[in-house]
């Protein structure tokens, strides 16, 4: 049996477990940029229409009492850490996708015993870290996580083997892994609008719709999936970015914003014992198009001059001169171990 487990609105739910006075009313976790998009939002403010990735501009117009808080990130892993610690010591392997969501193996159990778990899980979570936690039961990751997603908030929602394509039948297309909007909307105009629609297909219709992905589709439309929980504690990668108050297409400023957030990451690096072999430059222009280079260094590193210097380089083959709203830096390719004393000039490959 498979566990995902989702912790609620995280970010808003941590500022309202430390701050009383904020229960009970909409909320947002946004940067105070004009620019700024919500991070997260409390479930009071969902009915407005707020969620993740709007921007904040119009998150206020929906909702003139909305309050909004800065995000605090050394809060987040704290509370995450903890959460982490009880999830290992209930499943046999804890595969982390964020810091509030993870997919848990809890061997060959019966699903009365998996549901068990999940609510000692529950239970030692509001416990430890006063934070409410979903979790989804089933045979296979996708039918877990959409149980999960149905429970929230505090929820728990197990689905019995056997009857994956019976608890899934009436959602909507979009529901299913691989399936998004846009995809969404071609399903649509062709009268495909629930999954069973697609788990009733032939392998020559689900080809003809999908190409070689259709008979895939197909299957975790009727629940089958066999993909795994897979033990991955390495970060992937680590990134820093900056959204301008307006847009900016003069190199030098560019260059400075990318000094600072390389330095930034290398900083993260060394404080978590890990250098990286990747280093990528993304710019998100005014009509919202987004380009990036990256390089690979001659060897993984922390040194803030070798990670600056080749976020530089990034940065001035991927920048055409057209104005730039957004700008990142991003390392990865991580590996563990100290600090490696190397040349400027001998760490940069290209």
């Known amino acids: ?53 709007t921007p904040l501009y ?36 804890v ?9 848990l193996d809890v061997g060959d159990t019966t699903l009365q015993e998996a549901e068990a778990i999940a609510r000692r899980i529950k239970e030692e979570v509001r416990a430890a870290t006063s934070l409410t936690i979903s979790i989804g039961v089933a045979s296979g990751k996708m039918v877990a996580k959409i149980a999960s997603d149905d429970g929230k908030p505090d929820g728990l929602v197990c689905v019995e083997p056997g009857r994956e394509a019976e608890y899934l039948a009436s959602k909507p297309v979009g529901r299913l892994w691989g399936i998004g909007p846009k995809t969404q909307a071609r399903l649509q105009r062709k009268g495909i609008e629930r999954i069973e629609q697609l788990a009733s297909m032939s392998d020559a219709q ?25 033990q991955d504690d390495r970060m992937r990668s680590i990134s820093s970015e900056q959204t301008f108050e307006r847009d900016v297409a003069d190199i030098n400023v560019l260059a400075q914003t990318v000094r600072e957030q390389a330095a930034e990451l290398a900083e993260r690096l060394a404080g978590r014992k890990l250098r990286a072999l990747t280093v990528g430059v993304k710019i998100k222009l005014a009509d919202f198009a987004i380009h990036g ?17 080749a976020a530089v380089f990034c940065l001035k083959r991927a920048f055409d001169g057209k104005p730039v709203r957004l700008v990142g830096v ?14 400027l000039f001998g760490a940069l490959s290209t």
């Open 206 to 230: 689900a080809f003809e719709l999908f190409g070689r992905w259709g008979v895939e589709v197909r299957d975790l439309a009727r629940g089958m999936d066999s993909r795994r929980v897979h």
């Open 58 to 93: 119009r998150a206020r117009e929906s909702c003139p009492d909305l309050i909004v808080v800065q995000p605090d990130f050394e809060k987040y892993h704290e509370a995450s850490k903890a959460v982490v610690a009880i999830l290992r010591s209930h499943a046999k392997v």
């Open 330 to 343: 991003r390392v990865a390719s991580l590996v563990e171990g100290a600090t490696k004393q190397t040349s």
């Open 1 to 53: 049996m498979i566990l995902h487990a989702d912790l609620d609105a995280f970010y808003a739910s941590v500022a309202q477990r430390d701050d009383p006075s904020l229960r009970g009313k909409p909320l947002v976790v946004a940067g105070s940029s004009r620019r700024a998009v919500v991070l997260t939002a409390s479930y009071e403010a969902r009915p407005y229409g707020i969620r993740s990735a």
């Open 95 to 103: 595969e982390r996708m964020s810091l509030d969501e993870a997919f």
């Open 293 to 309: 280079k990256q390089t690979t260094l001659a060897e993984p590193a922390d040194d803030a001059r070798i990670i600056t210097a």
